[in-house]
């Protein structure tokens, strides 16, 4: 697949990494620094290279969004036409300082982001996990036993490619329904972040849902 990254922090620098290795063809885009953006490209060592986030999203199959909510609305405008496209996004509708969700109960990010882009496929996926456990994930994808990954999305479609990208990443990917769903899934975000940040454990932390 060809995917392009809009953000290329913490989230969005791995997730592109993790791809370009599992054979996606990436385009690292949306840092103040186009320096970082080709490092990124260059240590990826798959089919990656550094753009702005209009060549990031032309062509893509799926892009990422992995921003800060403060970011969204430039991201999207500097990425031009979004139609027909598939957005992961990872993206949480949090404040300022990074304690709470300015969106919840009533909406979700997810749905917010929809709205902006009502032409765009938006799947919400990634945003439950902190970004310290990917590599991890990533390195033992060939593991029987997977953690989950929750996702969201309302067309069939693009939540299959999204589903391919979470199996790439490692995790077993859990279709928890339509976009609203986000509204449960963003908020369970804060509990995970909590037990990452705050914990004993350490933040490289995934989580997996058990049948009995
Ligand atoms: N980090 C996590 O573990 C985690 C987990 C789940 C969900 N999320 C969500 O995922 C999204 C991305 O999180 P992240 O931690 O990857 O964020 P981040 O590390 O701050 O990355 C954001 C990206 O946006 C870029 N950017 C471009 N212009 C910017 C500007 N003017 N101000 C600030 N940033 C600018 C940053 O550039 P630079 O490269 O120059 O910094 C960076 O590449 C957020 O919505 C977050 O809530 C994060």
């Not at 062509?59 to 036409?81: K, P």
């Not at 996004?89 to 982001?113: F, Y």
Request: proline share 5%; charged share 25%; glycine share 10%.
């Amino acid at each position: 697949m060809r995917i392009g990254i809009l953000g290329s922090g913490l989230m969005g620098a791995k997730l592109g990494t993790i791809w370009a290795r599992a054979g996606h063809d990436v385009v690292f885009s949306y840092s103040r620094s186009d320096a970082k953006l080709k490092k990124l490209a260059r240590d990826a060592k798959g089919k990656a290279r550094a753009g702005t986030p209009r060549e990031a999203a032309q062509d893509a199959d799926a892009v990422l969004l992995a921003v800060h909510w403060s970011r969204v609305d430039d991201v999207l405008q500097q990425a031009g036409d979004l139609a027909g496209k598939v957005i992961v996004s990872c993206s949480l509708p949090m404040n300022a300082d990074d304690t709470g969700l300015v969106i919840a109960h009533t909406s979700s990010g997810a749905e917010a982001l929809a709205k902006k882009v009502p032409k765009a496929r938006v799947v919400a996926a990634f945003g439950t996990v902190p970004s310290e456990v990917l590599f991890g994930v990533f390195a033992a994808r060939r593991k029987t036993t997977k953690p989950s990954l929750v996702y969201c999305g309302d067309d069939a479609r693009s939540k299959k490619t999204v589903a391919q990208l979470i199996r790439d990443v490692g995790f077993e990917p859990i279709d928890a329904g339509p976009l609203p769903v986000a509204r449960y899934t963003e908020p369970f975000t804060l509990l995970i972040a909590r037990l990452a940040y705050e914990g004993d454990g350490g933040p490289e932390l995934a989580y997996r849902f058990v049948r009995f």
